[in-house]
């Protein structure tokens, strides 16, 4: 059964911690990225990746960090850095960047306390 | 700067009811015009996928419109059920974009009321 999973569905972080999101895909895509929802706002590109080992920041990288080791995961860390880290996170894939459907997965809210 | 602007921003109608979204952009050129229907908590789910050149396409209930000349699209949805209750997002792809930066709508929030 192909798909796109995110883990956890939910994150709670104190302030001055890093947390890493998790991303798997078995679709066999070649892309991957991460956006940021906030409400009343469209979705915000943070990072994406086009192929393994490569990935390029978004509109919002700043505060996040994200690395490409294998096709099938793509995880993203907020680190202390970020000043409003609080949202909800979803990842995507695409077969190809431009043309393809992208598939999302069900998202983490990540809550800062 | 690249836009895709939706109305309403919220709409409430009675079950077995149809409505139209509206969605309109400022991207030119562009590849490709998606909506996507997210439920609450979820990620969005595809619904349609339209290139510069066509001008309708249809998924069951679900019928999506694009006049490129006015830069303008609408997502009819009709004899709406209450599964319908959803946020519709329309999405704007440049056409020179081979990043996958796509370009978000705010997203129309539906309520189907019994």
């Known amino acids: 059964d192909g798909g796109i999973t995110q883990s956890p569905k939910y994150l709670f972080r104190k302030e001055g911690q890093n947390v890493t999101l998790s991303c798997e895909q078995n679709?066999?895509?070649?892309?991957m990225y991460w956006y940021r929802q906030d409400p009343g706002q469209g979705l915000r590109l943070i990072y994406y990746s086009q192929i393994v080992n490569d990935f390029q920041k978004g509109d919002i990288a700043e505060g996040y960090s994200v690395s490409r080791e294998k096709k099938e995961s793509f995880p993203l860390t907020v680190t202390s850095a970020q000043k409003n880290p609080t949202a909800f996170y979803l990842c995507?894939?695409?077969?190809?960047?431009?043309?393809?459907?992208?598939?999302f997965g069900q998202g983490t809210r990540l809550t800062v306390v | 700067k690249n836009q895709v602007e939706q109305s309403p921003q919220s709409l409430i109608i009675l079950e077995g009811k149809n409505c139209t979204l509206q969605?309109?952009?400022?991207?030119?050129?562009?590849?490709?015009l998606r909506w996507y229907k997210q439920d609450t908590g979820r990620g969005p789910v595809s619904l349609t996928i339209?290139?510069?050149?066509?001008n309708t396409k249809s998924n069951r209930r679900y019928t999506a419109t694009l006049d490129a000349d006015t830069k303008q699209s609408s997502l009819h949805i009709t004899a709406s059920q209450l599964s319908d209750s959803a946020s519709y997002i329309c999405v704007v792809s440049p056409y020179s974009s081979n990043t996958g930066k796509l370009i978000f709508g705010q997203g129309t929030t539906l309520q189907v009321k019994p």
């Open positions: 679709l066999n895509h070649d892309a």
């Open positions: 969605c309109n952009y400022t991207v030119s050129p562009f590849s490709n």
């Open positions: 995507a894939s695409s077969r190809s960047p431009d043309t393809s459907e992208a598939f």
């Open positions: 339209m290139t510069f050149s066509e």
